[in-house]
């Protein structure tokens, strides 16, 4: 079996204090890009092996570093990251056709800063933000590979800033 923690949209913001073991005892962290800074692409590299890509709010640095969208194979299955996955907010039908075109049984999304999963012939998601959610708890998400199982969990960090005192 293969632990992955997915993460986005980190913005160069503290990481919650329970999200740092959870990455260190991880088989790979995946990061759907917004790093902001090369030191927070760094820090996490330093605490366990990563796969990830730019975001829109990168800097240069990190841009000629990381690419805009990757695909990677674990245990069989394979799982396309790309930061901005389509040009429409409404449902995920340009993500499905994005996925399909990359060839994924999983896709990763970014960018949107809300968690969601969702299972159809491919799995696609987003792990929402473990800084700055909107509209949602901080966030990551846990994808467990074992064959051909696949299966994806929205792990909560804590709310956020909009919901304290709710």
């Not at 740092?20 to 030191?39: E, N, Q, R, Y």
């Not at 901005?84 to 499905?96: A, D, V």
Request: net charge negative.
């Amino acid at each position: 079996m293969t632990r992955i923690i997915v993460l986005s949209d980190t913005h160069d913001h503290k990481l919650p204090d329970a999200l740092i073991p959870m990455l260190g005892s991880a088989d790979l962290i995946v990061h759907a890009g917004d790093f902001t800074t090369v030191a927070c692409y760094e820090y996490l590299e330093g605490i366990n092996e990563i796969v990830a890509v730019h975001g829109n709010s990168d800097c240069a640095e990190l841009r000629k570093r990381l690419p805009e969208r990757t695909v990677f194979e674990v245990e069989g299955v394979r799982i396309g990251v790309v930061h901005e996955g389509q040009l429409s907010g409404n449902g995920t039908c340009g993500l499905w056709y994005l996925a399909k075109e990359l060839g994924c049984d999983v896709l990763i999304v970014g960018h949107i800063h809300t968690p969601f999963i969702e299972q159809a012939d491919v799995l696609i998601m987003c792990p929402g933000s473990p800084t700055v959610p909107r509209l949602a708890d901080k966030s990551v998400i846990e994808l467990t590979i074992e064959g051909a199982q696949v299966h994806g969990r929205v792990i909560s960090l804590g709310a956020g800033a909009c919901f304290h005192g709710i």
